[in-house]
């Protein structure tokens, strides 16, 4: 029905910057509301940032002023620009959304993951 495909992952030294995207495809009205996830080794999955369709954002407090989450409900596409980069941003990021769609009403959907890597 639905599919979601991150991209932008990589190796950054400390400082840098990274701009991570998801493209959403398949039988989409709206996106409803979207959100970026990430997952260390060893750790919990933890909510980075989410945005709704009317611009609503919230952001883990450990990521405030650095990251920016923005939605493109024309092409329906997801990104976080994140900048001045750090060693404990290091994990895999996965993106998901909440879309509407005719066949099926409001459902959530979940990307496959790109890695981001900051050195030291």
């Known amino acids: 029905q639905v599919q979601l495909v991150g991209s932008g992952g990589g190796l950054v030294q400390a400082g840098g910057s990274l701009r991570l995207s998801c493209a959403a495809s398949g039988n989409i009205f709206i996106i409803n509301s979207a959100t970026w996830y990430r997952q260390a080794p060893l750790k919990e999955r933890e909510l980075v940032a989410s945005?709704?369709?009317?611009?609503?954002?919230n952001y883990l407090d450990s990521v405030k002023g650095r990251f920016t989450i923005s939605l493109d409900n024309t092409e329906k596409t997801l990104s976080l620009q994140m900048n001045s980069l750090k060693p404990e941003d290091t994990a895999v990021y996965y993106c998901?959304?909440?879309?509407?769609?005719?066949?099926?009403?409001?459902?959530?959907?979940w990307g496959q993951g790109t890695q981001v890597t900051v050195s030291s």
């Open positions: 945005i709704t369709k009317e611009g609503r954002t």
């Open positions: 998901s959304a909440n879309t509407y769609g005719f066949s099926y009403g409001s459902k959530d959907f």
